[in-house]
Every structure is written in structure tokens, then in C-alpha cells.
T-cell receptor, first 113, second 115 residues
Framework: GAGVSQSPSNKVTEKGKDVELRCDPI?????LYWYRQSLGQGLEFLIY????????KSGLPSDRFSAERTGGSVSTLTIQRTQQEDSAVYLC???????????FGPGTRLTVL | AQSVAQPEDQVNVAEGNPLTVKCTYS??????LFWYVQYPNRGLQFLLK??????LVKGSYGFEAEFNKSQTSFHLKKPSALVSDSALYFC?????????????FGAGTRLFVKA
């Protein structure tokens, strides 16, 4: 299919380890977003990329979090020195400037032990 | 800064009755408004949006929402609820004048439709 894909679907890690989460947006979508959703809760905005503009990082909770988007397509969210409070589902979404609504991936469930 | 409020954590309605899920927003410029739904064990799906034009917008699965600028509200409605509508609903806003593509989501409202 041509939807947003994320990998891995599940990640279990030990406290203090670094993790990388990957997002493949829909082809041609210029905007890419990362959100965090704690169990049954709302979506917390983390970061978005739009075309070649500088990303809006205003939602990143600490300097342990970073993200990049290579070639205007695939994005990687990196969490360094993971903490237990980082456990959540990390959602990626992409959108076209013409249609505005976001298309979400299935998410990566991160568990920090 | 933009913000969204969904004042109800949960809404209960009987099947066949009308439903309303409330949303209010705050932006400094003109809003783009969205509703998304998250069914159990499934990803978030777009339902409908308000960009400009008619204040009443229609979306997927028989849902509609009314944009009310004076009350800064964008309540989600459906004339006759189905059990299958039970899900988590999110309202979201983009500030078109100042926020760029940044989209803020509400905390979500869980809808329970009883048979």
C-alpha cells in the first residue's frame, strides 16, 4: 500500500540505551510530523518538517530527543539515554499542502524497562 | 499559541440517538480545524476538516461538524449513533497565520455507544 509506514512496530529497550524510530511518509507529501501518545491519552506534538524549511522542534521534550529527515522523505526520531517516562506510542504522520489533513502511520510502541 | 480543548473525557450515548463531541480552540489567526478518530487497536484516521466556506462540514461515516467563530468551537455531531462509532475522537487545530504546519491535538474524547 501507499500509506505511512513506521518501524519497528514494537521496541523494548533498557533504560539508558539509545533508540531510533523510522518513518516512511506517503510519497510526495512534503510535511512530516512526529507525535507521542501515552497509553489511551492525547497526542503530544514533538516535531514537524515541511519541505526544505527548518523543522519546528518546539515540541521536543528534552535534548535527548532529536529527529532528522533525509532527502525530504524518510525520517528518523532518535531518543538518547532512554528513560521509563519515554515509554509511549510514537506516531508519524505526513500531509500534502494541498489537502492539509494528516495521514498517520501505525505507530511504534516503545517500552523502556 | 494555539490550543485545543475537549472538555469531556467521555461521552455515552445510546445507539440511534444523536451524538455531540465538543471541541473549542484558541488561535491568534485563522484556524484550520480537524477531527480524527482512533478505533481500538487501529491507527488514527481523518474524519473531516474546516478550512473555509460553509460552517457546516460533512465527513466520513455520517459525521459532521459545525464551525462557530464567535464561540471558537468545532463540535462533532452525528444524527444517529452506531455501536461501531465507539472510539477515541481527537479535535486538532492549525493556526494558518502564525503556526505554519504545526498542528495541536486535543486530549481526546472517548465515545461509548450502547446498543
Amino acid at each position: 500500500g501507499a500509506g505511512v509506514s513506521q518501524s519497528p512496530s514494537n521496541k523494548v529497550t533498557e533504560k539508558g540505551k539509545d533508540v531510533e524510530l523510522r518513518c516512511d511518509p506517503i510519497s510526495g507529501h512534503t510535511a512530516l510530523y512526529w507525535y507521542r501518545q501515552s497509553l489511551g491519552q492525547g497526542l503530544e506534538f514533538l516535531i514537524y518538517f515541511q519541505g526544505n524549511s527548518a523543522p519546528d522542534k518546539s515540541g521536543l521534550p528534552s535534548d535527548r530527543f532529536s529527529a532528522e529527515r533525509t532527502g525530504g522523505s524518510v525520517s528518523t526520531l532518535t531518543i538518547q539515554r532512554t528513560q521509563q517516562e519515554d515509554s509511549a506510542v510514537y506516531l508519524c504522520a505526513s500531509s500534502s499542502p494541498f489537502y492539509n489533513e494528516q495521514f498517520f502511520g501505525p505507530g511504534t510502541r516503545l517500552t523502556v524497562l | 499559541a494555539q490550543s485545543v480543548a475537549q472538555p469531556e473525557d467521555q461521552v455515552n450515548v445510546a445507539e440511534g440517538n444523536p451524538l455531540t463531541v465538543k471541541c473549542t480552540y484558541s488561535v491568534s489567526g485563522n484556524p484550520y480545524l480537524f477531527w480524527y478518530v482512533q478505533y481500538p487497536n487501529r491507527g488514527l484516521q481523518f474524519l473531516l476538516k474546516y478550512i473555509t466556506g460553509d460552517n457546516l462540514v460533512k465527513g466520513s461515516y455520517g459525521f459532521e461538524a459545525e464551525f462557530n467563530k464567535s464561540q471558537t468551537s468545532f463540535h462533532l455531531k452525528k444524527p444517529s449513533a452506531l455501536v461501531s462509532d465507539s472510539a477515541l475522537y481527537f479535535c486538532a487545530v492549525r493556526d494558518m497565520n502564525t503556526g505554519g504546519f504545526k498542528t495541536i491535538f486535543g486530549a481526546g474524547t472517548r465515545l461509548f455507544v450502547k446498543a
